[in-house]
């Protein structure tokens, strides 16, 4: 899809599409924006929204809200790939997961 289509039906203009899609934006997308892109690009309800909120936090209380949410993703039994895919290890799932005692996620 281009972004003469994404700008026609969201009805937002295509250079400040642009400043967005390159992290170039003065102020951060509107909700309304964001739940727009999601319906027009077929994301999850909420899913732009939710990374949007996590990156307008500050980084000491990011860092925590996601340590806690890996925290209780372990104690609930959480898969090793979605909380590797959620967070800023999701490189780690493109390498073989054979011989998974020896590997160890980078220190933070």
């Given at each position: 899809?281009?972004?003469?289509?994404?700008?026609?039906?969201?009805?937002?203009?295509?250079?400040?599409?642009?400043?967005?899609?390159?992290?170039?934006?003065?102020?951060?997308?509107?909700?309304?924006?964001?739940?727009?892109?999601?319906?027009?690009?077929?994301?999850?309800?909420?899913?732009?929204?939710?990374?949007?909120?996590?990156?307008?936090?500050?980084?000491?209380i990011r860092k925590a809200f996601e340590d806690a949410?890996?925290?209780?993703?372990?104690?609930?039994?959480g898969d090793l790939r979605e909380l590797l895919a959620?967070?800023?290890y999701d490189h780690l799932l493109e390498a073989p997961?054979?011989?998974?005692?020896?590997?160890?996620?980078?220190?933070?």
């Amino acid at each position: 899809m281009t972004l003469d289509e994404v700008a026609r039906r969201t009805n937002y203009s295509k250079p400040y599409l642009s400043t967005v899609e390159t992290g170039k934006v003065r102020n951060p997308p509107s909700n309304d924006l964001l739940a727009k892109l999601e319906t027009v690009l077929g994301f999850d309800s909420g899913l732009l929204l939710r990374i949007a909120h996590l990156e307008r936090m500050p980084a000491d209380i990011r860092k925590a809200f996601e340590d806690a949410q890996a925290e209780k993703a372990v104690q609930e039994g959480g898969d090793l790939r979605e909380l590797l895919a959620s967070s800023d290890y999701d490189h780690l799932l493109e390498a073989p997961m054979e011989n998974t005692e020896s590997r160890r996620l980078p220190a933070s």
